[in-house]
């Protein structure tokens, strides 16, 4: 009876081991993650990206490292060593605003990657139009000269009255 609970016993154990390598993916089983420094930017801005790998590398050549635009399409591409690393880019000043997906890749036809996101928003500056500038530069011109003004501008103006006696 303790001869068929032992072999019950190793039987199991070496199904669940099977099961278990066989279940987790390659990212899981060698600790791949990707990063970026931070999750907004605007167009314009440099963006780092991180790859690290523990466990001594994937089973790769290379690993590549792309982003996905909110339109689907892919704006950049690198290449990394097995063992990770870092690389950067700078953002497009049209970059359209959304979600990017940053993609590590490796096996290519097996398809093993990890991913991250980060967000670009374009906040627009607004534009304060030039004939309202002039106004306002004038308008303190003016303002200026009448503050460093000695006498009032009323008192250049008027003559001296006629009904003074001195004056006839």
Known sequence: MVLIFAAAAIILLVLCTTL????????????????????????????????????G????????VFVQEPTDQNNYFEQLPPTGGTTNFTLAMNA?????????????????????????TNLSVPEFPSSM????????????AMAWRK???SATTRGPPSSLPYLR
């Open 151 to 153: 006498t009032p501008l």
């Open 57 to 64: 590398g994937v089973n790769a050549d290379a690993i590549w």
């Open 96 to 120: 359209p605003a959304g979600n990017y997906t940053v993609f590590a890749a490796w096996n290519y036809p097996a398809g093993d990657y990890v991913t991250t996101w980060f967000a670009v």
């Open 133 to 144: 500038l002039v106004f306002l530069v004038a308008l303190a011109a003016l303002i200026g």
């Open 20 to 55: 278990a390598t066989v279940r987790y993916p390659t990212a899981v089983q060698q600790r791949v993650t990707v990063a970026t420094d931070g999750q907004n930017y605007q167009p314009g801005d440099e963006v780092f990206v991180t790859v690290q790998v523990s466990l």
